[in-house]
């Protein structure tokens, strides 16, 4: 039965989809913190990349509940300043994923930056929380939010990339496969429109299921030292 609502798609099926993939993300967490704990302390990056994972799970379960407010909150009231208001905290901590990453590729492997990449960021993310709270300045948030959401997303890749190219053997493999989680990820996100769900084109479950699949592989794909 179709939930009825201002949104055109399953709610509920996208609710409990998502409700099962953060729960399991939350068990990935644990994972990555454990790896963390028993890494040898003479392989500092590896200790910092498995942080960084656990960092990067812990603000997408944030982001995720962040969105799924927003969508309840747009499907009884429509578009409302909260509605707003949820979807930019979404991508806020969004963006504090992918800062995880490139705050240890600038730490690690491409050290000419000198964190300049990260700090700027860092500004950007404090305009973005400090615009939330400024109803007439929405328009302006959201597109610095997606601006900022998907040029970290590239600046990920780029660093994952350069670390294969770097890289040889066991190492250039996890990277690899790791790359390749990221992308099922990417591409399950790019699915998650309100104009493919509406049509019933793309199923509400999945982009859960991609980030599920992809979070998997790239759990997998760096259980050895980095």
């Avoid at 000419?112 to 400024?134: P, Q, W």
């Avoid at 493999?173 to 790791?178: H, Q, S, V, W």
């Amino acid at each position: 039965m179709m939930y009825e609502g201002y949104l055109k798609y399953d709610l509920p099926t996208k609710f409990w989809s998502w409700i099962i993939v953060l729960a399991y993300t939350g068990i990935l967490t644990i994972i990555f913190i454990k790896r963390m704990v028993k890494a040898d302390r003479n392989f500092p990056s590896q200790r910092f990349l498995y942080r960084s994972f656990a960092g990067v799970f812990i603000c997408y379960i944030i982001n995720r509940v962040f969105f799924i407010l927003s969508d309840f909150e747009r499907d009884l009231n429509d578009t409302t300043i909260l509605h707003y208001q949820f979807v930019l905290f979404a991508y806020i901590f969004s963006s504090l994923a992918f800062l995880n990453l490139l705050y240890f590729g600038e730490k690690f492997i491409i050290k000419k930056t000198k964190f300049m990449l990260s700090y700027i960021t860092i500004v950007v993310l404090v305009i973005e929380l400090i615009l939330v709270f400024f109803p007439e300045m929405f328009l302006l948030a959201r597109a610095i939010s997606y601006g900022l959401s998907y040029a970290l997303m590239m600046l990920v890749l780029i660093l994952f990339i350069r670390i294969i190219i770097k890289s040889t053997g066991a190492i250039r493999t996890d990277f690899i496969i790791t790359l390749i989680g990221f992308v099922i990820i990417a591409a399950g996100a790019i699915l998650e429109t309100d104009a493919l769900l509406t049509t019933g084109i793309i199923p509400p479950w999945l982009t859960p299921l991609c980030f599920a699949s992809g979070a998997s592989i790239v759990t997998y794909g760096l259980r050895s030292k980095a």
